[in-house]
């Protein structure tokens, strides 16, 4: 239930949005930081305070699933099926775009992002504005998003005109991006809705890119996203201990983070950070834990890699996103 005081800001919020403000608002996923979609001066201020480039292209989240045909046109039938099986929630669906919808939203593609947020602030401000609203994650562009309204404030502070404090994101990871557009379903962004899951309600194999689908499709394609400042190194569970015996005085302390068991003891100045063994709460905890690094003056974050089940997929991608790798 939203407070009465939480609605207040919440219309506070869609007025500042329809004077062309920024507002950082809580989803499930992450922070978002939005803008009137249809506003090009707003959502061009995103780009240039997140110093994201403009061919990066933006989600525009939305109230109902029946404004789908306001922003797309020769909607796929399977939009409508993953739309009622999965909306409001983590996915982000990529269809054609209509002809009114500004190309700074969408980089100059034909298509567009669009997703209903399960969060019940993000509902209810847009609701309340009545329109698209355009909103990345909240963060500097490559840079960890945020899952809380402190990190959105450490990361981009005055340049927000509003924060909207609705808590901890509950999924903690981006949304799933799942491209529409063509007779082929393509996921472009994987995310805490698998493959898996679409491809029993669609009743079809589905095809996954792997970091070689342009940037001009999907908002995360960038090779390096996702990352802490610290250097960031992603190592299979049976390279750590030859690692830690390599280490010299001079690269220490590093944060070493774990989800399986060690029975070996850890050598001085190498700090180690249980993480869950359940992939829902190790993306819930992840972008924090990562952010928390960050501040802790490491020489270096060490993460050990997760599982190959399919519910760990999304995980993965932010981990090899996060250290840069392939």
């Not at 950082?24 to 090009?40: C, H, K, Q």
């Not at 775009?97 to 593609?109: M, S």
């Not at 309204?149 to 509003?162: K, N, P, S, T």
Request: hydrophobic content about 45%; proline content about 7%; aromatic content about 8%.
């Amino acid at each position: 239930m939203i407070r009465q005081v939480m609605f207040d800001r919440i219309k506070q919020a869609a007025a500042l949005l329809h004077e062309g403000k920024l507002v950082a608002f809580p989803t499930e996923t992450v922070y978002g930081l939005g803008a009137d979609a249809m506003n090009e001066a707003a959502v061009s201020r995103i780009f240039q305070v997140k110093k994201r480039p403009y061919n990066h292209p933006v989600i525009v989240h939305l109230a109902d699933i029946n404004e789908l045909a306001d922003w797309a046109i020769d909607i796929s039938p399977f939009a409508y099926q993953l739309a009622k099986a999965f909306w409001p929630g983590p996915l982000s669906i990529l269809l054609k775009k209509q002809p009114h919808v500004l190309d700074v939203v969408t980089a100059g593609a034909a298509t567009i992002g669009l997703r209903m947020p399960h969060h019940p602030v993000a509902q209810a401000l847009l609701k309340e504005f009545g329109s698209g609203i355009a909103a990345p994650s909240a963060n500097r562009f490559t840079h960890i998003s945020p899952t809380t309204a402190q990190a959105v404030y450490e990361e981009l502070g005055g340049a927000v005109d509003l924060i909207l404090d609705g808590g901890a994101c509950e999924v903690g990871l981006e949304s799933t991006i799942i491209d529409l557009s063509c007779e082929q379903p393509i996921i472009l962004r994987p995310g805490m809705i698998t493959a898996k899951a679409i491809a029993e309600v669609l009743n079809m194999r589905l095809i996954v890119t792997h970091q070689d689908a342009p940037v001009t499709r999907a908002p995360g394609m960038h090779h390096v996203h996702y990352a802490p400042e610290t250097k960031t190194t992603i190592l299979e569970t049976s390279e750590i201990n030859l690692f830690l015996q390599a280490l010299q005085l001079e690269e220490l302390p590093i944060a070493l983070v774990v989800w399986s068991s060690f029975s070996a003891p850890f050598p001085a100045n190498v700090h180690v950070i249980p993480m869950p063994t359940s992939a829902s709460s190790y993306a819930h905890d992840l972008y924090q834990t990562l952010r928390s690094l960050d501040t802790g003056y490491y020489k270096q974050i060490v993460i050990e890699n997760t599982p190959m089940h399919v519910e760990w997929e999304a995980i993965r991608d932010r981990l090899y996103k996060a250290s840069g790798s392939s």
